[in-house]
């Protein structure tokens, strides 16, 4: 009979301490969250960049999780409150364990915020780029001038050489005009001669004095609005990408407007260029309405302070009638919140012709404020810069020379010269 009491109370012992075992494991299991959950609110965490860092982490992020952060909020939401939405995803008490790992991966992901270089002086850092055109219109121009007789066919030879270098018909006229009756005066040509000559008459051509500066200031009411506009292909993402490195560089705070709904990656894409110098972009579900969420980027700039919103727009719809309605109800829009203080025309300088018909028809939609001319890296028509700054009246603010992070750079007219006709 004692054996059997003994055994019942060894059993009873056996199962106590088992039980005891089992809950020390549980509470272990969760402790871990009780002590990562503080990250998540760290201040070196910041809620922004986080969630598209996640998904861009998991591969294709799924819908739900890339919208959050606009999409959370409807059009006259605060965006504020929208913007906060990722710490609102923070994980619920009971979920608490299953996060813990993403967590802390988060954590050591957080991207490192790039500081562009100032971009003053950059033309001059990029002058290689512009080899192409500079062999033509550069030097082509002055080994002609430099022929002991400048008779009609060198003359010919020299308007070939501008229209093809896209500097356009009237422009080419004007320039040969001039040469052929400053060339008259000066007699004997020296090269050093030529070389200033040629350099004074481009640099007249292209305006040293226009306005050149992106009107990106805060104003007292609120941030200075840039709209990008252009057709697909042209370069204008990464140009809006580029642009707001341009800026942070010197030193402003900005805010992205992804209001290209029309193709699917360009949101990604432009939120990608943004989380690498801080900036937020504002965004919304594919094929969403472009005005919505430039209205909402505008009103966020306004909520947070910054000093420039920069907003991508759609470069294709199915009818360029649509594109354009489109573009004028952007603008329109945004307006609401006050004026718009730039639209870039995004154009590819390799296009020629073609971009200056693309010009003109964006023109008659929206006042063209200042044009970005990409890709003038690859080419040999430099003069586009002349041609399209006659053909709109406005100046060309900003060139790309590459498809570097920090390779567009502010135009200045006299860097851009001695590039083309060389040292
Ligand atoms: N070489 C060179 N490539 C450039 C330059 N600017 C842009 N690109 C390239 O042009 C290509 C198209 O650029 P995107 O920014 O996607 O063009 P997009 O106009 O936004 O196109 P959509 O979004 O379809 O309207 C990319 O491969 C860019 O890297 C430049 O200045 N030089």
Redesign the pocket.
């Known amino acids: 009979m004692e054996y059997v009491i003994l055994a019942v109370v060894i059993a009873v012992v056996a199962v106590g301490a088992i039980a005891g075992f089992v809950v020390t494991g549980r509470r272990r299991k969760q402790l871990p969250p009780k002590t990562e959950t503080p990250a998540v609110g760290a201040p070196t965490a910041p809620a922004r960049p986080t969630a598209p860092e996640k998904a861009a982490e998991e591969g294709a992020a799924p819908p739900t999780a890339e919208a959050a952060p606009t999409e959370a909020a409807p059009t006259e939401a605060a965006p504020a409150e929208a913007a906060e939405a990722p710490a609102a995803e923070a994980p619920a008490a009971g979920d608490a364990a299953v996060v813990e790992e993403p967590l802390v991966e988060e954590a050591e992901a957080a991207p490192a915020i790039e500081v562009p270089e100032p971009t003053a002086g950059r033309l001059v850092r990029l002058r290689s780029r512009l080899s192409r055109s500079q062999t033509t219109l550069g030097k082509g121009l002055l080994t002609l001038l430099s022929r002991d007789r400048l008779d009609e066919d060198t003359w010919e030879e020299i308007e070939d050489t501008l229209l093809t270098a896209d500097l356009g018909v009237a422009a080419t006229q004007e320039l040969v005009d001039n040469l052929r009756t400053r060339v008259k005066v000066l007699g004997t040509r020296t090269p050093d001669e030529l070389r200033a000559l040629l350099r004074d008459e481009l640099l007249g051509l292209i305006g040293p004095d226009s306005d050149r500066t992106v009107h990106s200031v805060k104003h007292e009411e609120g941030p200075a609005v840039v709209l990008v506009v ?1 057709v ?8 809006t990408g580029k642009l707001a490195r341009v800026l942070v560089a010197d030193g402003r705070r900005v805010v992205l407007g992804a209001a ?1 709904t029309f ?1 699917a990656a ?1 949101a990604d ?1 432009l939120q990608t260029w943004g989380e690498r110098v801080g900036a937020h972009t504002v965004r919304g579900p594919e094929g969403g309405d472009p005005a919505s969420i430039a209205f909402d980027a505008v009103k966020e700039g306004i909520a947070e302070g910054v000093d420039t919103v920069l907003i991508d727009t ?3 719809l199915h009818t360029k009638t649509g594109l354009m309605d489109e573009l004028g109800k952007v603008k329109r829009v945004v307006e609401k919140h006050g004026p718009v203080d730039e639209v870039l025309l ?1 154009l590819d300088a390799t296009t020629g012709q073609n971009g200056l018909v693309q010009a003109r028809v964006f023109a008659e939609v929206v006042d063209i404020t200042g044009i970005v001319l ?5 080419t040999a028509k430099g003069g586009i810069v002349v041609s399209v700054q006659r053909e709109l009246g406005v100046p060309v603010k900003l060139v ?4 570097g992070a920090d ?1 567009l750079a502010p135009f200045e007219p006299a860097a851009f010269v001695d590039a083309l006709i060389g040292d």
């Open positions: 252009g697909n292909g042209v370069g204008k993402t990464t140009t290209d193709r360009a894409q759609a470069g294709r995004v990409t890709k003038l890296d690859g790309g020379l590459g498809e390779d």
